[in-house]
């Protein structure tokens, strides 16, 4: 059957082609401008209140200085760089929703309806897991942190941070508990997609208890605290996403897909 809209329509037929990669170009950078801008309000919201949030993600350190100690800006440009840095990523991390929802806007179309339905509540999950680590690092993990270090200065050293160092210290901490925190989503996909099976992830349950510890060893400070506070969590969470990848395979089960490879099956 002859397309009759691509005969009545004048342009060669690589114009034709070229048309809807432009259209999605288009798209792609309508839904990038409006991530961008959503990041610029927010931030142009928090702004005043940049040293307030700087003195809020410094509470911790503050609250564990010794007498007469207090931080240090070693740079000229650091008391007004500092506090605009974290109120920039700051507004990053407010507006992360939107801005993935632009991204869920632009991709959303090309997937089936199966899909739509399990991909919205992982994307919700990644971004409050996220949260939830970075909340984590900052009430359970720094107070014990900073009390372990600001205890264990040498006789005649007073402790005197740079605010920079000490706000470049505190957003690897962040960033790397909000990705640890994603454990159970990683697993889960594994799981659901059928790169390994629920028997398998459970048989080297030994080795990613290993890895967690060197993936704590590898992202955190040089201390065995720390390095526990994220590998414990990291744990749990996998054990986590093991369990939601058998509750979803069991689901699948009952609706006439097939077991995982390796599992028993209930004789007819």
């Not at 007469?68 to 700051?90: C, D, N, Y």
């Not at 996909?189 to 993936?215: E, N, P, S």
């Not at 054990?239 to 009952?254: D, F």
């Amino acid at each position: 059957m002859t397309d009759v809209s691509r005969d009545s329509d004048p342009r060669p037929e690589e114009e034709q082609q070229q048309a809807p990669l432009l259209d999605h170009l288009i798209e792609l950078r309508s839904r990038l401008i409006r991530a961008l801008l959503a990041v610029l309000v927010v931030f142009l919201c928090l702004y005043p209140f940049s040293n307030t949030l700087y003195t809020f993600v410094a509470e911790p350190l503050m609250a564990l200085l010794p007498a007469g100690s207090q931080m240090i800006a070693t740079e000229v440009t650091s008391p007004f760089l500092a506090p605009l840095k974290l109120t920039l990523i700051v507004a990053f991390f407010i507006a992360v929703p939107y801005v993935l929802y632009q991204v869920w806007a632009f991709v959303a179309p090309g997937l089936y309806s199966s899909e739509k339905r399990l991909a919205l509540p992982l994307l919700a999950s990644s971004v409050i897991l996220f949260y939830a680590g970075a909340a984590f690092a900052y009430y359970v993990v720094f107070p014990l942190m900073f009390a372990f270090f600001t205890g264990t200065a040498p006789a005649g050293v007073q402790v005197m941070t740079d605010i920079n160092a000490y706000l470049s210290f505190v957003l690897k901490l962040f960033i790397a508990f909000g990705i640890a925190f994603e454990i159970p989503i990683a697993t889960f996909l594994l799981i659901l997609t059928g790169a390994v099976t629920v028997k398998d992830l459970a048989a080297k349950r030994g080795y990613v208890v290993i890895g967690c510890f060197v993936i704590g060893m590898l992202l955190t400070p040089p201390d065995v605290l720390s390095q526990t506070l994220l590998a414990i969590p990291m744990w749990i969470l996998f054990e986590a996403g093991l369990l939601a990848g058998r509750l979803v395979k069991r689901q699948r089960g009952g609706r006439g897909t097939a077991p995982d490879e390796g599992e028993e099956q209930n004789p007819s």
